[in-house]
């Protein structure tokens, strides 16, 4: 065994990780910081200068995923570079360190994304942000909290892992049909968070009412009567709607604040 | 005011530096930037009220890539203006929507100076074996981003809060309650921005599930999120695993 990764460099390599989104780009997306972040180990393992540009051109590429799953990817080109640093047969094809990279940020986005954007950050908002509208600060701390937690161990065991056989577990839980279920498990959660958001912030302030017979008619008591929330849950489901046909987030923002100040202008709301 | 605008540009460079230096975590949000603007300004209590108020009305808005709206800017410009100006809620949130989408015009421009500027020069300093190079490269894009919305953020607070209150009343009563009243149904967007992430229409019973608990048996947000934790088990171990054919 020739030269081999200590933890010091480990160590460099995983905190580097975190300035992944410090130089974004529309070509490279997190190449830059990428290739920033292998520096430690890639010094380490090619002494001389023309086998680390070789390795530095081999990570100066396109490279784009979840941020807490970069610790991931790094750990797996970590234990590639080792390997292809000493590989003695030339077996070893420093392409295929490339080609991981590659096969590994689609899906790995795919199931970051929704977990971390989707579902973490969605639970942190739904439990946090109400809590916080009313003025209490337990709301900030939570909604802290429940973003930083997973996500810090999500890198920290992530690293190790990809370090330490990462590219093989993957590829089990893929294969065996785990991951599919973790990703959809984790969509089934969102939809109950989703699902439970609406009533607690879309409301729908109703102001009609006008005298009938001998009673008062109030629109807002009788949609109440019907189902509670039932006007929240038809504009959620409208603005899906719009947004799956391809409508424009911000012409739907300001065609709600027209609505808004032309039902307050004719009395409805 | 000077001083003023200068602390809350600290809170939107802190928000950039965040996302690009320090890994993104999801807390460069209005719920966590605008307690920050508050205690920087003295009135604590007023910015966890604005951040959460926004963090609802954005729920939806994710920072990725080509985003419809930046709320770092947004949340401190609106939430700096309003405590200094002593606006309501309302009011702040009228400044942020606009504020928000006129702000992404600033990652154009810094997404241009990536692609011509720091994007070639890694690519010679990758051909050369420039180590330190790179180290500085990694984090130039956030740099002058960071940069550029501080300074915008900087002059929208100075200059705002002199414009602000004077635009904000000449604006008619009537259309004031109907901004209020719309930012009550603002939120449905970010619902509507969440469900295209995760709807799937075979989930749409959970999504029920989750509608119907707070609507009729008032459970909190904390307790809608445990029953969806319980739904997600049960799903994941009763759900047999569908192995890939090779």
């Known amino acids: 065994?020739?030269?081999?990764?200590?933890?010091?460099?480990?160590?460099?390599?995983?905190?580097?990780?975190?300035?992944?989104?410090?130089?974004?780009?529309?070509?490279?997306?997190?190449?830059?910081?990428?290739?920033?972040?292998?520096?430690?180990?890639?010094?380490?393992?090619?002494?001389?200068?023309?086998?680390?540009?070789?390795?530095?051109?081999?990570?100066?590429?396109?490279?784009?995923?979840?941020?807490?799953?970069?610790?991931?990817?790094?750990g797996i080109s970590c234990a590639m570079e080792e390997e292809y640093a000493n590989d003695e047969s030339g077996q070893f094809n420093p392409d295929s360190i490339g080609a991981v990279k590659i096969a590994l940020m689609g899906p790995l986005a795919g199931i970051g994304d929704s977990f971390f954007w989707g579902t973490f950050r969605l639970i942190a908002c739904g439990v946090g942000a109400p809590l916080a509208a009313e003025g209490n600060v337990l709301g900030v701390?939570?909604?802290?909290?429940?973003?930083?937690?997973?996500?810090?161990?999500?890198?920290?065991?992530?690293?190790?892992?990809?370090?330490?056989?990462?590219?093989?577990?993957?590829?089990r839980i893929q294969a065996d049909g785990t991951l599919a279920k973790l990703t959809d498990a984790a969509k089934v959660l969102a939809m109950v968070v989703i699902g439970g958001m609406i009533p607690q912030i879309v409301r729908f302030p109703l102001s009609l009412t006008w005298e009938m017979g001998g009673g008062t008619f109030v629109l807002a008591d009788v949609l109440n009567g019907i189902m509670p929330n039932l006007l929240p849950l038809l504009l959620s489901l409208f603005v899906y709607k719009l947004l799956m046909k391809g409508t424009k987030v911000n012409y739907i923002i300001f065609g709600l604040l027209g609505f808004g100040i032309v039902m307050t202008l004719i009395g409805i709301m | 005011m000077i001083l003023q605008a200068f602390l809350v540009c600290l809170v939107a460079v802190y928000g950039r530096l965040e996302q690009g230096w320090m890994g993104q975590q999801m807390i460069a949000r209005p719920i966590w930037l605008c307690p920050l603007v508050g205690l920087l300004l003295g009135d604590f209590q007023q910015g966890v009220i604005i951040g959460g108020s926004l963090e609802l009305?954005?729920?939806?808005?994710?920072?990725?890539?080509?985003?419809?709206?930046?709320?770092?800017?947004?949340?401190?410009?609106?939430?700096?203006?309003?405590?200094?100006?002593?606006?309501?809620?309302?009011?702040?949130?009228?400044?942020?929507?606009?504020?928000?989408?006129?702000?992404?015009?600033?990652?154009?421009?810094?997404n241009t100076i990536t692609i011509t500027v720091w994007s070639p020069m890694a690519n010679r300093a990758a051909e050369v074996g420039d180590t330190k190079k790179i180290w500085w490269l990694g984090l130039a894009g956030c740099a002058t981003q960071a940069l550029m919305y501080g300074t915008a953020v900087f002059l929208a607070v100075s200059a705002g809060s002199a414009a602000v209150n004077?635009?904000?009343?000449s604006i008619?009563?009537?259309?004031?309650?109907?901004?209020?009243?719309?930012?009550?149904?603002?939120?449905?967007?970010?619902?509507?921005?969440?469900?295209?992430?995760?709807f799937d229409i075979k989930f749409v019973g959970f999504f029920l599930l989750g509608f119907l608990l707070p609507t009729y048996l008032e459970f909190g947000s904390v307790a809608v999120a445990l029953a969806g934790v319980g739904a997600a088990l049960i799903y994941f171990f009763l759900k047999p695993n569908e192995v890939e054919d090779d």
């Open chain 1, 1 to 74: 065994m020739g030269v081999s990764l200590t933890k010091k460099e480990l160590n460099s390599v995983y905190w580097r990780h975190y300035q992944a989104l410090g130089c974004y780009s529309y070509d490279k997306q997190q190449g830059i910081p990428y290739l920033r972040a292998m520096l430690p180990a890639l010094q380490k393992l090619y002494p001389e200068q023309d086998k680390l540009i070789e390795a530095m051109k081999r990570h100066n590429t396109m490279f784009n995923t979840t941020c807490a799953f970069v610790p991931f990817c790094l």
């Open chain 1, 141 to 171: 701390i939570l909604y802290l909290l429940l973003n930083l937690i997973p996500s810090t161990l999500t890198r920290w065991y992530g690293f190790k892992l990809g370090y330490n056989g990462g590219r093989q577990f993957l590829a």
């Open chain 2, 57 to 110: 009305i954005w729920a939806g808005v994710v920072q990725v890539g080509a985003t419809p709206t930046e709320v770092v800017t947004g949340s401190t410009v609106a939430c700096g203006l309003a405590i200094i100006n002593g606006l309501s809620v309302a009011e702040a949130i009228t400044i942020a929507i606009p504020v928000g989408l006129l702000a992404t015009l600033i990652g154009e421009v810094n």
């Open chain 2, 166 to 169: 004077a635009v904000i009343e």
């Open chain 2, 172 to 198: 008619p009563q009537i259309v004031r309650d109907g901004l209020s009243n719309a930012s009550a149904i603002l939120p449905a967007v970010g619902i509507g921005i969440l469900m295209q992430y995760s």
